[in-house]
Each structure stands twice: as C-alpha cells, then as structure tokens.
T-cell receptor, first 115, second 117 residues
Framework: AQKITQTQPGMFVQEKEAVTLDCTYD???????LFWYKQPSSGEMIFLIYQGSYDQQNATEGRYSLNFQKARKSANLVISASQLGDSAMYFC????????????FGAGTRLAVHP | GAVVSQHPSRVICKSGTSVKIECRSL??????MFWYRQFPKQSLMLMATSNEGSKATYEQGVEKDKFLINHASLTLSTLTVTSAHPEDSSFYIC?????????????FGEGSRLTVL
C-alpha cells in the first residue's frame, strides 16, 4: 500500500525568507505523481505544483519548487521569498499513474509566516 | 481555467435528516470525480471515487449506504449523507480531473461544511 508522510505539524518562517516543507512517500510502483496543495482557512484546495516520477528535472512554479529525491522517496516543497499570504495548511499528495488521480494526502503542515 | 463548484457551501441540519451535496464541473466534462472528507485540523480522507454512469467505488471503512453517490452526468456528482448524525459533521470536498491520462492538475471544489445538530 502507498503511504505519504509529512512529519512537520507546524512550521514558521520570517517574511521574505525561504522555507522547506518535508514530504516522504512509500511505494513500490515505478510510476506515480506527487502534488502539493495549499489550503487557506477558507478551506479551498489550491494546487501548487506537480512532479511525475519520471520527470528528470525538479518541478518549479514561480516561488514554489519541489526538491524531488527519488532514491530517498522525498518530495519536499520549497517556498522562496515567503509572503504573509503564504500562511496556510500545506498538503503533500500522491497518486499512482493510471489511478485516475485518486490522491492520497499527507497529514499536512501548518505554515505561519511572521512579519 | 477549469472550475469545480460545490453546493451548498454550508449546511446545518437536524440529526436524522438527509443532506445532498452537489459537485459540478463548470466548463469541462469529468468522467471521474472524487469525494473527500476532512475533519477539523486533519487531512483529507478519500471517501469514494464517483464514476459517471456506474456505481461509485468506496474506500475501506466508508459506508456506501450512509454516503450515497450519484454521478448521473459528465458534469455532476452528488453525495447524499443519509440519516445524518453529529459525527457526520465535517468538511466535504469533491475533485475532478479534466481530460484523460494521469497528468497534472486535479481541480477541487470549494468544499461543503456540514454541521449536524
């Protein structure tokens, strides 16, 4: 069975600094996808970034980048130049190729950005 | 971009009543939609996969007779919480993917917060 783990229940960062949110996964399947979502207090799920298991380069989307270390089965999210609006819950999620995007979510990390 | 809409966003009901939550893909067809439940300060837990024109596939531990799912069209899936009880109070979120294959973005609805008194 697949498993996804976020070990940091909460993190804080100073505005304008970078922060790394950890995510590890466990699967024996060679083909899979990794996602990061942001959930502000309003509850909506905001897609941030996607990494496929066969992607050669780490995914980047603006201030978000994914530090994908396949051998270590980790997919950490790096947020650069943190902003106050980045304060939210962040979820790492995993799906198997061909699983029709049946996402399995980690427990989440609550990020607080301090001025 | 593609949009998924849920209705109602908030609902309060008495114990024993049934509540229906709708999930619509507004500008794309979604063969498959997913229903998640999120308790306060917890993660999203997949409840079931909703397939257009066929029965939903429920995750282990989710009562299919309690949570009825109907995916009658390519743009609408409904979740009915039957005989709701206070322990069913939760945030319910649906998601849908545009197109085929396993790439990229999965669109989520805004969520529906259910409170059962």
């Amino acid at each position: 069975a697949q498993k996804i783990t976020q070990t940091q229940p909460g993190m804080f960062v100073q505005e304008k600094e970078a922060v790394t949110l950890d995510c590890t996964y466990d699967t024996s399947d060679p083909s899979y996808g990794l996602f990061w979502y942001k959930q502000p207090s309003s509850g909506e799920m905001i897609f941030l970034i996607y990494q496929g298991s066969y992607d050669q380069q780490n995914a980047t989307e603006g201030r978000y980048s994914l530090n994908f270390q396949k051998a270590r089965k980790s997919a950490n999210l790096v947020i650069s130049a943190s902003q106050l609006g980045d304060s939210a819950m962040y979820f790492c999620a995993f799906d198997l190729a061909g699983g029709y995007n049946k996402l399995i979510f980690g427990a989440g990390t609550r990020l607080a950005v301090h001025p | 971009g593609a949009v998924v809409s849920q209705h109602p966003s908030r609902v309060i009901c008495k114990s024993g009543t049934s509540v229906k939550i709708e999930c619509r893909s507004l500008d794309f067809q979604a063969t498959t939609m997913f229903w998640y439940r999120q308790f306060p300060k917890q993660s999203l837990m997949l409840m079931a996969t909703s397939n257009e024109g066929s029965k939903a596939t429920y995750e282990q531990g989710v009562e299919k007779d309690k949570f009825l799912i109907n995916h009658a069209s390519l743009t609408l899936s409904t979740l009915t919480v039957t005989s709701a009880h206070p322990e069913d109070s939760s945030f319910y979120i649906c998601s849908a993917r545009e197109g085929a294959g396993n790439t990229g973005e999965l669109f989520f609805g805004e969520g529906s917060r259910l409170t059962v008194l």
